[in-house]
């Protein structure tokens, strides 16, 4: 088990930024690739964004490219979306997951999940 937290959504207006973080609560991620989800009402959940274990490779959708960066800090066992120039289309539940040992952008594969944080922008 890897119990997954995320935190920093919220309220903000178009063009802005937030920044999202995902703690690993008592274990390490430093052999875990992890994802960033978001499903917005109505529509299913899709991968925004991954970044391999070492934090060498990453993945990002085509719909963020340029506006979000992911990164990752094995010392705090924490990874971070950091998301700009935020769009209402932006609007979402964004989950972490993780996935172990491997690196993947198939959702399947992602095998703990945290509980999401609401991000919603406003235009």
């Known amino acids: 088990q890897v119990p997954l937290v995320e935190s920093g959504g919220g309220l903000v207006q178009a063009g802005g930024s937030l920044r999202l973080s995902c703690a690993a609560s008592?274990?390490?991620?430093?052999?875990?690739?992890i994802g960033w989800f978001r499903q917005a009402p109505g529509k299913e959940r899709e991968l925004v964004t991954a970044?391999?274990?070492?934090?060498?490779?990453?993945y990002y959708a085509d719909s963020v490219k340029g506006r979000f960066t992911i990164s990752r800090d094995n010392a705090k066992n924490t990874v971070y979306l950091h998301m700009n120039s935020l769009k209402p289309e932006d609007t979402a539940v964004y989950y972490c997951?993780?996935?172990?040992?491997?690196?993947?952008?198939?959702?399947?594969?992602?095998?703990?999940w945290g509980q999401g944080t609401q991000v919603t922008v406003s235009s």
């Open positions: 997951a993780a996935a172990a040992f491997i690196w993947t952008t198939e959702e399947y594969k992602y095998t703990f």
């Open positions: 008592g274990r390490t991620t430093t052999t875990y690739t």
């Open positions: 970044i391999s274990s070492g934090g060498s490779t990453n």
